[in-house]
């Protein structure tokens, strides 16, 4: 096999089975339980994002009409961006591509968080809780992106 097949081939991660919701460093993937990722839906950085999303909508119910169309839309088209983008990124072959999704689902996380400081700036509601499952989704995101990062230097 060539040097530039082996770099794209689709590797074998694994993932812990349960993240620490309240630990403040990114989460360590050496040691826990683990199981190898079929799917998107099996990783926990997915399912957070996910439930990130669902959180954010519910906040953005209570957002007033006139904004239905602004920072609603702006808010939820991020929020969805960064489990979607895991999701296409983890099925992508090649490692190059992988990481590029998951930068992309980064960059969508910060969006989201300045939306968030919008939302509260005005006083839309509450946005504490979700600042904090940004925070985890986005060490979560990073230590999964350079567990892929180092692969493709390998």
């Not at 590797?11 to 089975?17: A, D, G, H, M, W």
């Not at 906040?59 to 999701?87: C, D, G, W």
């Not at 968080?113 to 700036?121: E, S």
Request: no cysteine; proline share 3%; aromatic share 8%.
């Amino acid at each position: 096999m060539s040097r530039s097949m082996s770099r794209d081939r689709e590797p074998s991660f694994t993932i812990p089975l349960v993240a620490n919701s309240q630990s403040t460093q990114a989460p360590q993937l050496e040691g826990e339980e683990r199981m190898t990722s079929q799917t998107f839906r099996d990783l926990t950085v997915w399912r957070k994002a996910h439930e990130l999303v669902l959180e954010i909508y519910k906040l953005t119910e209570v957002f007033p009409k006139h904004e239905l169309y602004s920072l609603t839309s702006q808010l939820r088209r991020s929020a969805v961006s960064v489990p979607a983008n895991i999701a296409e990124g983890h099925k992508k072959a090649g490692l190059a591509d992988k990481i590029r999704f998951f930068n992309i689902a980064q960059g969508s996380l910060e969006e989201t968080r300045y939306y968030l400081i919008i939302a509260n700036d005005l006083r839309y509601g509450k946005t504490e809780n979700l600042e904090s499952s940004l925070d985890e989704v986005g060490r979560l995101l990073f230590s999964y992106s350079r567990s892929v990062r180092s692969r493709l230097r390998t």
